[in-house]
């Protein structure tokens, strides 16, 4: 299968010659070119360092109305299903991290607006080197008061593409205390620590030194773009809980999911790059 192949492929130069390869099967598009809002995002950076930051991206106002939105939305711990679902403010006390359902939540046009904002788009295009395909959408609570971190909260790669990476945007102020994202600068290129597992901290900081670990601290609203293929993880929270929504874009769709487009309004969203989420 070709999911399970290309999470086999670990050494730097093959990785490139299958993302070339991928390349050439995706059809070139040009992307709308004024949707949504002006946004700056660094040219290549995303490359260099594994990450960049586009600042202030959302209002208060504009989170309110997004929160209103979901408020009866259910949620679920992908790590507990047993669990089944719960709204927001019934969380079972076991739960790290009460996600939304994608259905739900790629419903929202406000959401599919940051999802698909030219600005992004463009920037993700020039990073994948192709037509980018949203191939996740998601929205999560990270929860504080756990003894342990588990599973995302542990550092990892993601290897879910020959080559992706996912849009932050964080819905609730993100203190040092309330699990703020963690990366490790440079690890998207480096062919260090490449066999798929969790790493402990002290792991890492031998590998990569103390100075290449970067915590995301921003008000909620702030919004950064990240190639989780480096080391990443969400810090458990010890103090608030974290609100986050989450795109990923990527070569391929990701073959392990579920994918179930949604009947949605009529829209102006590329058709290509939404084809996993939006019916046609
Ligand atoms: O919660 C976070 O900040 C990181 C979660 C994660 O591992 C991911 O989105 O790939
Ligand atoms: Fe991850």
């Given at each position: 299968m070709g999911f399970y192949f290309m999470r086999m492929i670990k050494a730097k130069y093959m990785r490139d010659f299958f993302v070339q390869k991928e390349i050439k099967k995706i059809p070139k598009i040009d992307l709308?070119?004024?949707n949504g809002k002006l946004v700056l995002i660094k040219n290549n950076e995303l490359n260099t360092k594994g990450y960049t930051e586009i600042g202030l991206f959302l209002s208060s106002e504009e989170i309110d109305n997004i929160l209103k939105k979901i408020t009866e939305f259910k949620c679920f711990d992908p790590f507990r299903k047993d669990l089944g679902e719960f709204k927001s403010n019934e969380i079972p006390a076991q739960v790290h991290v009460a996600n939304y359902r994608r259905?739900?939540?790629?419903?929202i046009k406000e959401?599919?607006?940051i999802a698909n904002n030219s600005d992004i788009l463009n920037a993700v295009k020039d990073f994948l080197g192709a037509t980018p395909t949203i191939s996740n959408i998601n929205m999560w609570w990270s929860i504080p008061?756990?003894?342990q971190a588990e599973q995302a909260q542990l550092f990892h790669r993601d290897v879910d593409d020959y080559k992706f990476c996912k849009l932050f945007v964080y819905l609730t102020d993100v203190e040092m205390e309330d699990g703020p994202h963690v990366y490790v600068e440079g690890s998207s290129s480096s062919p260090k620590l490449r066999k798929i597992k969790r790493y402990s901290d002290k792991e890492i900081i031998k590998v990569?030194?103390?100075?290449?670990?970067?915590?995301f601290i921003s008000p909620k609203g702030s919004a950064f773009l990240v190639d989780t293929y480096g080391f990443h993880k969400g810090l458990l929270p010890k103090q608030n809980k974290r609100l986050l929504f989450q795109v990923q874009y990527s070569l391929n769709p990701i073959?392990?999911?579920n994918y179930e487009p949604i009947a949605f309004e009529t829209h102006n969203y590329n058709k290509y790059v939404n084809r996993l989420i939006l019916k046609k």
């Open positions: 709308p070119k004024n259905k739900d939540i790629s419903g959401l599919l607006d008061g756990k003894e990569f030194g103390e100075k290449a670990i970067k915590h073959g392990i999911e």
